[in-house]
Nanobody, 118 residues
Framework: QVQVMESGGGLVQAGGSLRLSCAAS????????MGWYRQAPGKQRELVAT???????NYADSVKGRFTISRDNAKNTVYLQMDSLKPEDTAVYYC????????????WGQGTQVTVSS
């Protein structure tokens, strides 16, 4: 069973920065795509950014140019550097990790709160 754990959330003023980390552990096989999603109160969970094992990245339009996703494959860890934060970035941020052997499966973390004050 794969465990996914996020860290690094908190309270920051608008214009500030935060760095989130997410570690996936317990997999006997390689971790595939890892991603960050977020869910604001009263809204559906939405994609923030994803990164493949080969470091191909994908970003939501709302965070392009402000957020950077990266990963350390040796540690099965993904990071989300968030700069120029806005109040509308306030949400619970969730990390997920995909495995493909023996069958495709996605594992989610518990989430970490990010609050951006105006």
């Amino acid at each position: 069973q794969v465990q996914v754990m996020e860290s690094g959330g908190g309270l920051v003023q608008a214009g500030g920065s935060l760095r989130l980390s997410c570690a996936a552990s317990g997999s006997r096989f390689s971790i595939g795509v890892m991603g960050w999603y977020r869910q604001a109160p009263g809204k559906q969970r939405e994609l923030v950014a994803t990164i493949s094992g080969g470091s191909t990245t994908n970003y939501a339009d709302s965070v392009k140019g402000r957020f950077t996703i990266s990963r350390d494959n040796a540690k099965n860890t993904v990071y989300l550097q968030m700069d120029s934060l806005k109040p509308e970035d306030t949400a619970v941020y969730y990390c997920n990790a995909a495995t493909y052997i023996p069958a495709p499966k996605i594992y989610w973390g518990q989430g970490t709160q990010v609050t951006v004050s105006s």
